[in-house]
């Protein structure tokens, strides 16, 4: 996935003024296999997203927000 910084830091700053943080949820380790891992690219905003608003309730969400880092990790571009 590529994307230049300057797009990143408006999707980030719009991405922070989302007004509550609350418990949501998150796509368990099996759904972000299927649907997530083979086309990464197509769902760069909504892990963002999950990133900067979503709060874990349970371990299991604590995980699942780990895996969504380490996808957006990989997968992430920048370019000028």
Known sequence: MKI????????????????NKKPAWL???????TYVIPAPEKFLDFLLWLTFTAVPATDEGTESLRAINRILYENIIFVD
Not at 4 to 19: C, F, H, I, M, W
């Open 27 to 33: 796509p368990t380790e099996d759904e972000l296999n």
């Open 4 to 19: 230049t910084y300057e797009a990143y830091d408006r999707l980030q700053e719009e991405l922070e003024n989302v007004p």
